[in-house]
Every structure is written in structure tokens, then in C-alpha cells.
Nanobody
Framework: QVHLVESGGGLVQPGGSLRLSCTAS????????MSWYRQAPGKERELVAF????????SYADSLKGRFTISRDNAKNTVNLQMNSLKPEDTAVYYC?????????WGQGTQVTVSS
């Protein structure tokens, strides 16, 4: 069974940093691209970042370029999201995501709150 478990969320002041991690199990992790999404209260879930299966390519939401960095460790079945210069509008639940054979799987999410 496919499992994605996020960690690393929390409360941070504006301008601060957080590093989210997602540990995957139940599938051949190194064969699949991975993504991070987020959903703020009252808003639709949106794509934050995407990374190729080999980790040799990544893309980001335009509004996040230069502040967020996605990475992965295929030996540890983990995908990470380094978030710098955080803003109050980055407050959301962040989800790890994989799509296998057209079927999406989501983690349970981790809350990120940016507030002074």
C-alpha cells in the first residue's frame, strides 16, 4: 500500500525558514516524479513544486521561485521542500503527492503557519 508521510511543519515568523520532508513507502519511489501542493483556508489546493524521478529537473509555482527548493533522496525514499523567506500568505497545509498509473496519492498534510 502506498503511503506518504509529511513532517516538518510548524509555526514560523515572517522571513523565517522551514524544511518539509515526505517519506514514501509501498512503491518504487525512484521511478516516480513527486510533487508538493498546498491548500490555504478557503482556497483551492495548488501545486507548489515538482521534481523528476531522478531529481534532475524541478519546477515551481511562479510566485515561489527563488524562495522554495524541492529535492529528493532516492536512497531514503524522501522528498523535501526547503522554504525560505516565508510570508504570511504561505500559511497552508502542505501535501506530498505522487501519481502512479494515473492514480493520485496524497499524504495527510503538514500545517505551516507563518505569523508574528
Amino acid at each position: 500500500q502506498v503511503h506518504l508521510v509529511e513532517s516538518g511543519g510548524g509555526l514560523v515568523q515572517p522571513g523565517g525558514s522551514l524544511r518539509l520532508s515526505c517519506t514514501a513507502s509501498g512503491f518504487n519511489f525512484r521511478n516516480y516524479a513527486m510533487s508538493w501542493y498546498r491548500q490555504a483556508p478557503g482556497k483551492e489546493r495548488e501545486l507548489v513544486a515538482f521534481i523528476t524521478s531522478a531529481g534532475d529537473g524541478a519546477s515551481y509555482a511562479d510566485s515561489l521561485k527563488g524562495r522554495f527548493t524541492i529535492s529528493r533522496d532516492n536512497a531514503k525514499n524522501t522528498v523535501n521542500l526547503q522554504m525560505n523567506s516565508l510570508k504570511p500568505e504561505d500559511t497552508a497545509v502542505y501535501y506530498c503527492h505522487v501519481r502512479r498509473l494515473g492514480v493520485p496519492t496524497w499524504g495527510q498534510g503538514t500545517q505551516v503557519t507563518v505569523s508574528s
